[in-house]
């Protein structure tokens, strides 16, 4: 069973600031946001994990 990984809230409001939209989050929760915002989140998210990994692979290869 594949275990279900989330962003943590520290990680969420890293993304939020450097994408710009970390004001609308203060002011109004998360459900604030625009979808467009929370899905360049989840894209921001995925390329830096992608750049994890790929960093990882040259260490370890």
């Given at each position: 069973m594949a275990r279900r990984r989330?962003?943590?809230?520290?990680f969420k409001v890293?993304?939020?600031?450097?994408l710009g939209f970390?004001?609308?989050v203060a002011q109004e929760g998360?459900?604030?946001?625009r979808a467009r915002d929370a899905g360049n989140?989840?894209?921001?998210a995925l390329?830096?994990?992608e750049q994890a990994m790929a960093k990882s692979n040259h260490t370890t290869g």
């Open positions: 989330t962003m943590s809230e520290a890293e993304l939020a600031k450097d970390y004001d609308t998360w459900g604030g946001i989140m989840v894209k921001r390329e830096i994990a």
